[in-house]
Nanobody
Framework: QVQVVESGGGLVQPGGSLRLSCTAP????????IGWFLQAPGKEREGVSC????????YYADSVRGRFTISRDNAKKTVYLQMNSLKPEDTAVYYC????????????????????WGQGTQVTVSS
């Protein structure tokens, strides 16, 4: 069954904005730390932003801090990534994943084992 579904990607001009959505229809969202990731072929995943199920604490990669904002709506079982001031180097496939990680750092930085992940959504920033 589908556990995580991403949406919201697309083509946008530099300086524009997108909002990615990650919906978790198959499990209880508050039980999991949720993250957005990039992954290149043959390389380990890179954490873009993660959010805690307990206290709402967040993590942001240095490259996106101040431009992206992660938020969580447990009632809608959805995590959002608001992407502002987009740059061409932000172009990538963004994946949403969930894990029972104790901290956002464990998931986004320490390569914590994932429980669920989506198929990704393409973000293209180009003029």
């Amino acid at each position: 069954q589908v556990q995580v579904v991403e949406s919201g990607g697309g083509l946008v001009q530099p300086g524009g904005s997108l909002r990615l959505s990650c919906t978790a229809p198959g499990f209880t969202l508050p039980d999991y730390t949720i993250g957005w990731f990039l992954q290149a072929p043959g390389k380990e995943r890179e954490g873009v932003s993660c959010i805690s199920p307990s206290d709402g604490s967040t993590y942001y990669a240095d490259s996106v801090r101040g431009r992206f904002t992660i938020s969580r709506d447990n009632a809608k079982k959805t995590v959002y990534l608001q992407m502002n001031s987009l740059k061409p180097e932000d172009t990538a496939v963004y994946y949403c994943a969930a894990a029972g990680a104790p901290t956002v750092q464990a998931l986004c930085v320490r390569n914590y084992t994932l429980s669920f992940w989506g198929q990704g959504t393409q973000v293209t920033v180009s003029s």
